[in-house]
């Protein structure tokens, strides 16, 4: 299952370069994941923050 990022995003960008396959760009206020691109690793959520990325 792949990661997700809430709406307490604070666009920082932190978990764009942890993430190894890119799948994490930024979106409209927020920064997204591509489901099919995520592998879950869980860098992206241990490099976060605020906690908004979960799975």
Do not use: F, L, W
């Amino acid at each position: 299952m792949a990661y997700c990022i809430s709406d307490a995003c604070i666009s920082c960008g932190a978990c764009e370069g942890t993430c190894p396959v890119s799948a994490i760009s930024e979106g409209d206020g927020k920064y997204v994941i591509d489901p099919d691109t995520c592998i879950s690793c869980g860098a992206c959520a241990a490099g976060c923050p605020v906690d908004a990325i979960s799975e």
